[in-house]
């Protein structure tokens, strides 16, 4: 096989992010939290001293600790208990499998995401901004927004005992 065709296989392969992560996946409907519970709890088996490695450099720094167990291999840093009650990394998966079946992680919404943002960093979206503000929160001209109390007119609610 070319590195060529080799390279567009991994690209669509059942695993790939292109499958993986788009808004037909199946992802969003699984057990994430069980499947990382089962994965800590065959740390020994399933997992090289190497792919441990790579999990543990993948993790939030606080959670960043090579210890080794009383056999010399590298001890999990996080519990069956982490997994089950961590109300963050509850949270962290559901926004997750939010995103996923909402299609966020897909190339096409990426690059429609990254352009987006350079156009409004250049101030494209500068106008709309302000208009939906004015929309959603009214003017901040104190004249078109009127008495805020029945009754009450805008100078004196804005005074101070």
């Known amino acids: 096989m070319t590195p060529a065709s080799k390279g567009s296989r991994a690209c669509t392969g059942p695993w790939s992010s292109q499958r993986v992560l788009n808004a037909t996946s199946k992802l969003p409907d699984q057990d994430l939290l069980g ?8 740390w020994d ?22 210890e080794l167990n009383e056999c010399g291999l590298l001890k999990c840093p996080l ?11 509850k949270n962290a998966v559901a926004r997750f499998k939010g995103e996923v079946a909402q299609g966020l992680h897909e190339k096409g919404w990426q690059k429609q995401a990254t352009r987006a943002g350079q156009e409004r960093s250049q101030g494209k979206f500068d106008r709309y901004l302000m208009e939906h503000i004015e929309e959603t929160f009214g003017s901040d001209d104190r004249k078109t927004r009127g008495p805020s109390v029945q009754g009450q007119s805008q100078d004196d609610h804005d005074k101070v005992d």
């Open 79 to 89: 519990s069956d208990e982490f997994v089950r009650e961590d109300s963050r990394l």
């Open 45 to 66: 088996i399933s997992y090289t001293e190497e792919e441990k490695r790579g999990i543990i450099g993948s993790l939030p720094a606080t959670y960043q600790r090579y």
């Open 35 to 42: 499947f990382i519970e089962r994965c800590l709890s065959q």
